[in-house]
């Protein structure tokens, strides 16, 4: 009985799908060619391509700008990005133009720095996407994922001045020194009020 139901489930698939099938796209291009030659074989006629029978060298000349487009160019795409989401809508309505001029430029500038240092590891090189909201200080890391080792940490923190209000300290951290020391990247003052969390 079930040899029977496999034989009847078969056929009841063939009938179904009967129909759907498509013939491969070089038998249609055979087919036209041999159109066109028996129309005027005197004069010579290019064919149209359809999208699914563009030479395959068309397809290939497309890929490798991407594949060629520099790592290092990507990576730093991805850190300003990163420091973007993390300051937030509220914060950045505030303080867009200091971050533009001067804290940018300084990230893009470090991160290069860092990836140019290893020229042969940079395709292996990822920044970490993982945000953290609230009052948390990271920004983003960056790590080989290759060897699966952080080379550097990217922090932003909130510092209360007496008498001046809250400024908005960037900062980085290098695998070198096992994290400890602040590496300076730039200030920018926020006000005497506090200012919202993170990516808020």
């Not at 990217?154 to 209360?160: E, L």
């Amino acid at each position: 009985m079930k040899l029977w139901g496999r034989k009847l489930f078969v056929i009841l698939i063939s009938v179904l799908t009967l129909g759907l099938y498509i013939p491969p796209t070089e038998l249609a291009a055979e087919s036209a060619e041999k159109e066109v030659t028996s129309e005027d074989s005197s004069e010579e006629k290019e064919l149209p391509l359809s999208i699914e029978e563009k030479p395959l060298s068309e397809e290939i000349s497309k890929e490798p700008e991407k594949q060629d487009e520099d790592p290092i160019d990507i990576i730093m795409a991805q850190a300003k990005e990163q420091t973007i989401t993390k300051m937030g809508p509220k914060i950045l309505d505030k303080i867009d133009a200091e971050m533009t001029e001067e804290i940018l430029p300084k990230i893009e500038e470090v991160v290069g720095m860092l990836l140019t240092k290893s020229d042969e590891q940079a395709p292996y090189y990822e920044i970490t996407e993982q945000l953290t909201p609230g009052y948390g200080e990271k920004i983003f890391n960056l790590y080989n994922h290759r060897t699966n080792e952080e080379e550097a940490r990217f922090h932003v923190r909130r510092d209360k001045r007496p008498g001046e209000g809250y400024w908005f300290n960037f900062h980085y951290h290098l695998s070198e020194d096992n994290f400890t020391k602040h590496h300076f990247i730039g200030e920018i003052y926020w006000e005497k009020n506090t200012p919202p969390k993170w990516m808020s």
